[in-house]
């Protein structure tokens, strides 16, 4: 990931190419605490750079400072996922 519009769909395939899927959950997704957990849809459209940038509407978040640094988290969705296509 070298552009400075790499969206988090990117870091999807990036994770995905680097990291062996037996460690990752079967269905997962990003959650971002001050976001929420992040579609698909949003994977594609949020750029990962727009989350720092202050003329973003994302600034309101205060993502990325020294008193509050992001955090994104991977979530297993699963169950989810299980329940929703049975």
Same mark, same amino acid.
């Given at each position: 990931?070298?552009?400075?519009?790499e @969206?988090?769909?990117? !870091?999807? !395939?990036? %994770?995905?190419?680097?990291?062996?899927?037996?460690?990752?959950?079967?269905?997962w997704?990003?959650?971002?605490?001050?976001?929420?957990?992040?579609?698909? /849809?949003?994977? !594609?459209? %949020? /750029?990962?750079?727009?989350?720092?940038?202050?003329?973003?509407?994302?600034?309101?978040?205060?993502?990325?400072?020294?008193?509050?640094?992001? @955090?994104?988290?991977?979530?297993?969705? @699963? /169950?989810?996922?299980? %329940?929703?296509?049975?």
């Amino acid at each position: 990931m070298n552009s400075d519009r790499e @969206t988090i769909l990117s !870091a999807r !395939a990036q %994770i995905m190419r680097e990291i062996e899927c037996i460690f990752l959950p079967q269905t997962w997704r990003f959650f971002i605490p001050t976001l929420g957990s992040i579609s698909p /849809v949003q994977e !594609a459209e %949020i /750029v990962i750079g727009d989350l720092f940038d202050e003329s973003t509407n994302y600034s309101q978040l205060k993502l990325g400072c020294v008193q509050n640094p992001v @955090t994104i988290v991977i979530q297993d969705c @699963t /169950v989810l996922h299980d %329940i929703y296509n049975n």
